[in-house]
């Protein structure tokens, strides 16, 4: 089975600051992790994805995360935040070929102007 | 592609009621899931499809709610009776088959129960 842990249910970052957004993982089997992102009153929409290909993986926005096996990690993070990032954020995992995911509790990210 | 589509996006009813919410998936798509989300309990998955077959359904919160893929292009989440406690947004998410391949989610249907 597939869990995922996401610390800090909400966290605030002032325009043009670091975000970092921090995902946990927990699979018997080799993962496929994802970030999603929920603006207000829409449906979640992929970030970005890893799939046992580069460790650094690109998305949408100047989001990035890494992954780091060692440390059964998947941080998001974005150089320089934006009004527009204010949203909620979602770390999930997959694995053994049922498409299933296991979703984080999310974070409510909230840009300070 | 329009997407997954939803609908009705909004639903306000009474206690008791039956409620029927749709879902039509990503052409080619083979998996569907049916989420519920709510301020209290996150994201639930309660139901998800693999070629029109229910695979998982020990989400489903109660003998009141139901779901059906009665082909690969429809799907339907039926909750009879409603009760003021089923209030949240459901999704709807479809996937291709193939590891690694992300859910893309529909716009949500927001349900009332008064």
């Known amino acids: 089975a597939q869990s995922v842990t996401q610390l800090g249910s909400h966290v605030s970052v002032s325009e043009g600051a670091l975000v970092l957004l921090r995902c946990n993982y927990s699979?018997?089997?080799?993962?496929?992790l994802f970030w999603y992102v929920q603006y207000p009153n829409q449906g979640l929409q992929l970030l970005l994805k890893?799939?046992?290909?580069?460790?650094l993986v690109k998305g949408i926005n100047g989001f990035e995360a890494e992954f780091k096996k060692s440390e059964t990690s998947f941080h998001l993070t974005k150089p320089s935040a934006h009004m527009s990032d204010a949203a909620e954020y979602f770390c999930?995992?997959?694995?053994?070929?049922?498409?299933?995911?296991?979703f984080g509790k999310g974070n409510q990210v909230v840009v300070i102007p | 592609d329009a997407g997954v589509i939803q609908s009705p996006r909004h639903e306000v009813t009474e206690m008791g009621q039956e409620v029927t919410l749709r879902c039509k998936p990503i052409?080619?798509?083979?998996?569907l899931f049916w989420y519920r989300q709510t301020m209290m309990r996150g994201l639930e998955l309660l139901i998800y499809?693999?070629?029109?077959?229910?695979?998982?359904d020990s989400g489903m919160p109660e003998d009141r709610f139901s779901a059906k893929m009665p082909n690969a292009s429809f799907s339907t989440l039926k909750i009879q009776p409603s009760e003021p406690r089923d209030s949240a947004v459901y999704f709807c998410?479809?996937?291709?088959?193939?590891?690694?391949?992300?859910?893309?989610f529909g716009p949500g249907t927001r349900l009332t129960v008064l």
């Open positions: 890893y799939t046992s290909a580069a460790t």
């Open positions: 052409s080619g798509h083979d998996y």
């Open positions: 999930a995992v997959s694995g053994g070929g049922n498409n299933r995911l296991a």
């Open positions: 699979s018997s089997v080799p993962p496929y």
């Open positions: 499809f693999n070629n029109n077959v229910p695979i998982d």
């Open positions: 998410a479809s996937s291709a088959s193939g590891g690694g391949n992300e859910q893309f």
